[in-house]
């Protein structure tokens, strides 16, 4: 979500789709249980701040959810599942391996129909403040480099192991087709 707040003002297009129907688990204080917070009901409830926050001591608080919450509310108006998403893309980016391995399942499951390809490509992130704003700025430049090549397809692999390099972090990169 926060590579979706700065693509907007890098003037980038991007589009984020959730791939769950839950967000961010918060393990409760002691008990070992996680609770799992409808993503509808993150994005259409502006009671959900108060009911969280009198659910366990301030928990979302402190580890910072309300924050990732709130921001997500402003950057986009509802969530949208990449399952139930219709619209063909050049480039998928995700953040997590598991992530990764669920877009590629679901594309290598649709019906091919125009033998378009899409590269689908991850980089793990974790789901924290601080390495959410460092991936954010890595996707967009990532994004930008590739709006700059004069054939992706067959400058993908190297602009990949330059940004591997560079960050020092692994991406995995597949081609599925539409």
Not at 68 to 80: A, G, Q, S, W
Not at 101 to 123: A, F, K, Y
Not at 152 to 163: C, K, R, T, V
């Amino acid at each position: 979500m926060k590579a979706h707040q700065y693509s907007q003002i890098v003037h980038c297009l991007l589009c984020t789709v959730d791939h769950s129907s839950q967000c961010k688990d918060c393990p409760d204080n002691g008990s070992g249980k996680s609770d799992h917070l409808d993503i509808n009901v993150v994005f259409s409830s502006d009671k959900l701040p108060v009911k969280v926050l009198n659910s366990s001591d301030f928990r979302y608080t402190q580890n910072g959810i309300l924050h990732m919450l709130d921001r997500n509310k402003r950057i986009k108006p509802r969530p949208e599942r990449f399952q139930n998403c219709k619209d063909v893309f050049d480039l998928i980016l995700t953040c997590e391996e598991r992530v990764y391995d669920q877009v590629v399942e679901d594309l290598n499951s649709r019906e091919q129909e125009t033998c378009q390809p899409v590269h689908v490509i991850n980089v793990d992130i974790q789901d924290n403040h601080e390495e959410a704003t460092l991936g954010a700025f890595l996707i967009c430049e990532l994004c930008q480099c590739i709006q700059h090549t004069e054939d992706m397809e067959n400058e993908i692999d190297e602009l990949l192991q330059e940004f591997e390099e560079k960050s020092g972090r692994t991406f995995l990169h597949t081609v599925c087709f539409y």
